[in-house]
């Protein structure tokens, strides 16, 4: 069973305006991670924070975790039409190398 | 620098038959990851490889599924008697150990007709 939940499952946003993406997960983890996947191939990693971070930037990025409450946010500020993807938050529950749990992503549209 | 890769990149088969998807994962890098992602579906995990064992195999749908990892280097994911069901994209990622984060290959698309 998958671990995270997106939210919501899609999005749709004009160019400029900010896109925010909220995940929700189970059971304790390491980590936190967020994933950009563009036409249903690969993955690739946007930022990870840790389970004593709180909030975390990257560029045009900001993660914020709440583990009290199991949650996370991504915030995409000034979005921009190559922005658009389906974006999908991962867990780790154990330190080191363990499979991620993927939630079933939230699929953003920015429209220019 | 070289990625992860996977070949082939689209695979289209007929049911009964069998398949084997190879992923060469960045040199260096310990841990290998299988996943099957669904159309318009989350990722699924299927089996995880530190070095050439494989400590989480819990993924595995059926006992038709296997995967075998050689030289802490190449892996490959083997369908046997392929099913309809099976028709997915199959990803591989890989990471340093410790690390937490996992790099993707581009995925082999299966096809099962």
């Known amino acids: 069973s998958q671990q995270g939940e997106e939210d919501p499952q899609a999005l749709s946003i004009q160019e400029g305006e900010n896109a925010t993406m909220n995940c929700s997960y189970k059971?304790?983890?390491?980590?936190l991670q967020w994933y950009r996947q563009n036409s249903g191939r690969g993955l690739v990693h946007l930022i990870l924070?840790?389970?004593?971070?709180r909030e975390k930037h990257s560029g045009r990025l900001r993660v914020t975790l709440d583990t009290s409450k199991k949650s996370s946010s991504l915030l995409i500020t000034a979005s921009r039409a190559a922005d658009t993807a389906s974006y999908f938050c991962?867990?780790?529950?154990?330190?080191?190398?363990?499979?991620?749990?993927f939630g079933k992503g939230t699929r953003l549209s920015v429209i220019a | 620098g070289a990625g992860v890769s996977q070949s082939p990149s689209n695979k289209v088969t007929e049911k009964g038959k069998d398949v084997e998807l190879r992923c060469d994962p960045i040199?260096?890098?310990?841990?290998l990851y299988w996943y099957r992602q669904r159309l318009g579906q989350g990722l699924e995990f299927l089996i995880y490889?530190?070095?050439?064992?494989?400590?989480?195999k819990s993924g595995l749908p059926s006992d038709r599924f296997s995967a075998e990892r050689t030289g802490e280097s190449v892996s490959t994911l083997t369908i046997q008697r392929t099913q309809q069901e099976d028709s997915a994209v199959y990803l591989c990622?890989?990471?340093?150990?410790?690390?937490?984060?996992?790099?993707f290959g581009p995925g082999t698309r299966l096809t099962v007709l």
């Open positions: 990622a890989s990471s340093l150990a410790g690390s937490g984060e996992q790099f």
């Open positions: 059971t304790s983890i390491n980590n």
């Open positions: 924070i840790r389970s004593n971070e």
């Open positions: 991962a867990t780790v529950r154990n330190s080191g190398n363990t499979p991620l749990v």
């Open positions: 040199s260096g890098h310990t841990a």
């Open positions: 490889f530190q070095g050439n064992s494989a400590p989480d």
